[in-house]
């Protein structure tokens, strides 16, 4: 390597590749870490006519050594030099899909991000495809919730969780997924987010009030109506690929109707109906949203003759 130094002072423009190879100073012709070092410090000094595709070529070289080594953090710092920012991405992903693991490793995201100022959406991108080839659902749209990866987030959680969790009665981890969605910044990019997640975070929102609900609240009461109504109207739409998505919606279903009936009581003067406005009883102005959600048969009659009989109660009395 001397020799090729001396004619690089004497000529500016002998060939940087060839005073850059390996075989000029070491007997390991995959040594490329005298040949980075080297070349750092002649870009100092504006030695910089290194062919581009020989400049990437020996920046994915000396990463690749230092990764098969461990040194797999150092191997990011070394591509992070790459001056195509597209190319520079796809390199240090691709490391950090090799080399990261679900478990959250401290050290080692503190040193990605604080001293080398790789993005942190990087690192949960490549988490996130980690957990996707690994079958792990949960931590993948929670890594793409991280990464800001809204779509996917949404797909990953409609697809393979939210049927699961509501049938199970895991529902305020589902709500904690789709709340960064019901961003209105955010959701108005998500593909199929108004027949998917916004179905669903309204349900679950509903509920979670429901829960909570005061009886004398008759202002809440009111609100909490009129959103069932309308959700009554949208469960039809939700998106359903599979049996377990059917029966997820088969329990919307049912929880909005039983819902509906239990506000139907809390009404300023509970023990009889109330005479709205346009003259008929409440029981009749829930039918048409209770007959239009999509139940079982043998449940879906069942809540009519219930209705039914209110009906007519109301109108003995």
Known sequence: MSFHLLKLYADRLHRLERTLSPATHTSHLLDYGISWFVHLMLRAVYYVHLPAYSYVALQNDFAAQLESLGLWKWAVFVLLHLVDSA??????????????????????????????????????????????????????????????????????????????????????TLLNMLTPLADDDRNCDIFDWSEGGEILFHYLSIKKEMMALDEGDQELVERLREQLKLLCTRVKDLSCDSLEDRLCQSEISKKCASYLKSLLFLEERPDEDVILDDGSLPSLSLTPYIAGLPMPEDYALSELRALTRSYIRGLVT
């Open 87 to 172: 190319d520079r991405q796809r390199a240090v992903q691709q490391v950090l899909v090799r080399q990261c693991s679900l478990n959250e490793n401290e050290d080692d995201e503190a040193f990605l991000i604080e001293k080398l100022h790789v993005p942190a959406k990087w690192i949960y991108e490549a988490k996130a495809l980690i957990a996707q080839y690994d079958r792990i659902p949960e931590k993948e749209a929670e890594f793409c919730l991280k990464a800001g990866l809204w779509n996917a987030a949404h797909e990953v959680i409609m697809k393979k969780l939210a049927a699961a969790y509501i049938i199970s009665g895991n529902e305020d």
